[in-house]
């Protein structure tokens, strides 16, 4: 009886591993030498460098963020969402977009990297798209599809913008092929692939619902190729994909579901106003409306004459080719005979005819243009057909003339390479134009601005050894309003982003205890006065492209408690129960009636309860006469509540018009702060939390009679 030895671990000999490398460089050479192989990767390579070239300079706004915050919790969280982002309609969309990103939120919190991922998944449709059509309709439409979807501007700018729409080619062009193997090769498999692939589109965002009609009737059209096991198959595929929106509706009880048909029904008054999808759709297959990103300097951007002609060739292209397929399954189905089969044309023809007239006839007025890239591998599979035909066309000439073919080859080909390389060139001219002008309105403010902005800022908290940074900008809600949701990603999670004069109330904090980092992109003349008192030095300034835009990032060195106080030219203490305590003031001794004043209070944050932060505030100002009538007012607070820390001091200025009939004299302030929900005002207290009433009563204010020129008091 033998026993065996176990078999160690065998090292190849360095002449085997040679002769594998000179196989596969072999085969790999063999498979470049094919001419189709070349075709297709020249034409994936001209896409990825369009697609991954600038990629700093993708558009970057509040919507991007949130997709990415909420990827972000499902990777750093373990959050996983029931549903996405708000749709324009109104419901929350499905959920699967952030289930996407956070695929590259594994590696990278950066914008650069979720971009990089949907513009390679848009790269995964580009050649889907050229495989399937190679096999349904030949080498030469494929190519030519393939090479104007690779090229298109519109189609280049959402396969980068980190937003639902820009995701859906790959997943369109499954659906596509899907329905080829179902009716043209009879395939039962492609059921299944074709319900799957509306149910990913529709897991992501709501306008592949356009679509469901598509599938429906070429369900009805060609009931016998039906086969309804693999229909259901796929039914439940996509079902599995959708428990969590469909848990989310039950929960609900449909009332996202609700909402958005009820938002779907256009009141016929406002079909005029409405916008027009077929010129949506026509601008989406060309450069047409492509200045419209150029926003404030739209009157610079491609100032060439010749630009408009061929802008209009790319829409009369797609406008012929969608009547054109139509063309081409009537001429299939009266030579039913030859060999081309009428079916793939009749589905290109109800995946662009079906969605057009639908959103023809009802003209939602919450229709954008990327919501028709659900068109794309349709509309420029016909285009390349309609180009292919007048290639064969041409060729059809040599039964006359070669010379006439010649001519007519050489003058197509010239317009198609002319078409391609004008919309290549439009493509990179955007992004230098992005970078150089000012492009409010349209694209706005690229990422690169924003990069920088939030480097510098983070660069300066951590030399200064703190972990805020306190922010001027327009708008203070990180949930709505897009600086701050910019401002607040980039910064998180290692230094935290305060914000700074919500509704328009001035307010600053001031650095007790510890250095200020201050960032502002906007300018408010008692912001930059106080910052000049503080002596705070300029660290870094960042312009945006047209200089609209200065981001300044300057630190204060920390006060002590007695330098602090001898900030305030009015001292005293006042507490409220909201957590807040008022420890001065200061009011203008030259305060004359008919000018505007500035008043500024200053509060401490102590012993705030978790209920305070959970509701909006505002402080109220009343100025008041000797016998106690208001005679102005001014509310308003500048700093959110969930930014209320302890030991923070606030200063907060208001800006008091005074009647130009106030008499001369001494007026009180009463002051203190109410809730925006119930209008129930917070208790003024004392040491030992005795009620002392409402408000907080200050002065006296000293007021000058009026002068006949007003002025604004500091």
């Known amino acids: 009886m033998s026993i065996s030895q176990p078999r160690g671990l065998r090292v190849p000999e360095p002449l085997e591993i040679n002769r594998w490398l000179s196989a596969s460089w072999l085969r790999l050479r063999a498979y470049f030498r094919v001419p189709e192989h070349q075709i297709a990767w020249s034409i994936l390579l001209l896409a990825a460098m369009l697609r991954l070239s600038y990629i700093d300079l993708i558009e970057f706004k509040a919507d991007e963020v949130r997709h990415l915050e909420s990827a972000w919790r499902i990777v750093h969280q373990g959050q996983f969402p029931l549903v996405g982002t708000q749709s324009s309609m109104g419901p929350a969309k499905p959920a699967l977009m952030s289930y996407l990103l956070a695929i590259p939120m594994l590696f990278s919190r950066d914008p650069r990297a979720a971009s990089a991922f949907i513009a390679l998944l848009n790269l995964l449709g580009v050649a889907g798209l050229f495989q399937f059509a190679r096999r349904y309709y030949g080498l030469r439409p494929a190519a030519l599809a393939a090479l104007l979807l690779a090229v298109n501007p519109w189609a280049i700018i959402f396969s980068r913008k980190i937003f639902t729409a820009d995701v859906l080619l790959p997943f369109g062009v499954l659906t596509l092929y899907g329905l080829h193997r179902a009716l043209v090769d009879n395939d039962p498999w492609g059921w299944v692939m074709t319900i799957l692939g509306l149910g990913i589109m529709l897991n992501i965002t709501f306008s592949p619902a356009l679509l469901i009609p598509v599938i429906l009737a070429l369900m009805l059209i060609y009931r016998r190729r039906v086969h309804w096991r693999h229909v259901l198959l796929g039914f439940c595929l ?348 200061d009011w203008p001794t030259d305060a004359r009636a008919g000018d505007t004043v500035r008043l500024a209070t200053y509060w401490i944050f102590e012993d705030v309860p978790a209920s305070a932060r959970q509701a909006q505030h505002s402080l109220f100002n009343h100025l008041l006469a000797p016998d106690d009538d208001k005679v102005a007012q001014r509310d308003g607070l500048g700093l959110p509540e969930q930014y209320w820390q302890e030991g923070l001091l606030l200063k907060q200025w208001v800006e008091i018009t005074l009647p130009a009939d106030l008499p001369a004299g001494e007026y009180a302030l009463l002051t203190g702060m109410y809730r925006l929900d119930d209008w129930a005002r917070s208790r003024h207290i004392d040491e030992q939390g005795n009620d002392l009433g409402d408000a907080i009563r200050l002065g006296p204010m000293q007021v000058q009679p009026f002068a006949s020129q007003p002025a604004h008091i500091d």
């Open 238 to 585: 996509a079902t599995l994909i959708s428990v969590p929106y469909l848990y989310h509706l039950n929960i609900t009880r449909l009332a996202d579901l609700r909402a958005l048909l009820n938002g779907g029904e256009t009141e016929a008054s406002a079909l005029a106003a409405s916008p027009n999808p077929l010129s949506f759709a026509t601008w989406l297959h060309s450069n047409r409306h492509l200045a419209s990103l150029a926003g404030a300097s739209a009157g610079e951007f491609l100032p060439q004459p010749f630009a408009q002609y061929l802008d209009r060739a790319g829409q009369a292209l797609f406008l012929l080719a969608v009547v054109g397929v139509g063309a081409l399954a009537l001429h299939a189905w009266g030579h039913w005979k030859g060999q081309e089969r009428p079916v793939k044309y009749v589905i290109l023809s109800a995946w662009l005819w079906i969605p057009l007239a639908l959103l023809l006839w009802t003209r939602p007025d919450w229709l954008e243009m990327h919501y028709l890239i659900l068109l794309y591998p349709a509309g420029f599979l016909a285009m390349g057909l309609l180009l292919d035909r007048a290639l064969r066309a041409a060729d059809g000439l040599l039964r006359h003339s070669q010379w006439y073919a010649i001519s007519a080859r050489f003058a197509l080909w010239l317009g198609i390479l002319s078409f391609v390389g004008w919309q290549s060139y439009s493509t990179i001219y955007l992004y230098e134009f992005v970078e150089r002008y000012d492009t409010s309105g349209g694209y706005d403010l690229p990422y690169r601005f924003w990069l920088r902005v939030a480097d510098l800022a983070r660069r300066e908290a951590r030399a200064a050894g703190t972990d805020q940074v306190w922010i001027v900008t327009d708008g203070t809600d990180i949930a709505y309003e897009s600086n701050p949701a910019i401002l607040n990603y980039l910064l998180e999670p290692d230094i935290k982003a305060i914000f700074l004069g919500q509704g328009g109330n001035e307010c600053l904090l001031l650095p007790v205890g510890r250095p200020g980092v201050y960032l502002t992109t906007r300018t408010a003349q008692p912001v930059e006065d106080m910052l000049h008192q503080l002596q705070a030095e300029e660290r870094g300034v960042v312009i945006s492209p047209g200089g609209r835009v200065e981001a300044h990032v300057r630190v204060a060195p920390a006060y002590g408690v007695e330098q602090a106080l001898a900030l305030i030219q009015q001292r005293g203490l006042w507490a409220l129960d909201s957590g807040l305590r008022l420890i001065g003031y």
